[in-house]
């Protein structure tokens, strides 16, 4: 199963989002990731997104973990999650496993 988070508070008509695209902007300090709607393995067309953002000292510094990170012990997409979930992006619980 690919790796989503299940809202606690559904929008309308899901609960269930996966990352549907990651910006990393070195220079500019700043990382912008879009959640998209995902049912039933598949993504909802025309569905739903929320897209969280860090900047500034928060950014630089989550990029310089991501760049020492081993994801071999957490995926990318589960250190989003988390990372997305800590901050208060999301209000969730984070499944599944690298496809």
């Given at each position: 199963m690919?790796?989503?988070i299940?809202?606690?508070?559904?929008?309308?008509a899901?609960?269930?989002?996966?990352?549907?695209?990651?910006?990393?902007?070195?220079?500019?300090?700043?990382?912008?990731?879009?959640?998209a709607?995902?049912?039933?393995g598949?993504?909802?067309?025309?569905?739903?997104?929320?897209?969280?953002?860090?900047?500034?000292?928060?950014?630089?510094?989550?990029?310089?973990?991501?760049?020492?990170?081993?994801?071999?012990?957490?995926s990318?997409?589960?250190?989003?999650?988390?990372?997305?979930?800590?901050?208060?992006?999301?209000?969730?619980?984070?499944?599944?496993?690298?496809?």
């Open positions: 690919a790796e989503i299940t809202l606690t508070t559904p929008l309308p899901t609960a269930t989002l996966r990352i549907a695209n990651v910006t990393l902007d070195i220079r500019g300090s700043s990382i912008r990731v879009t959640f709607e995902w049912v039933t598949a993504w909802v067309i025309d569905g739903r997104e929320i897209v969280a953002q860090w900047t500034g000292p928060t950014a630089a510094g989550l990029i310089l973990a991501l760049n020492k990170a081993n994801l071999t012990t957490q990318l997409s589960q250190r989003i999650f988390t990372q997305a979930i800590a901050d208060g992006k999301l209000a969730g619980t984070q499944s599944g496993t690298v496809p």
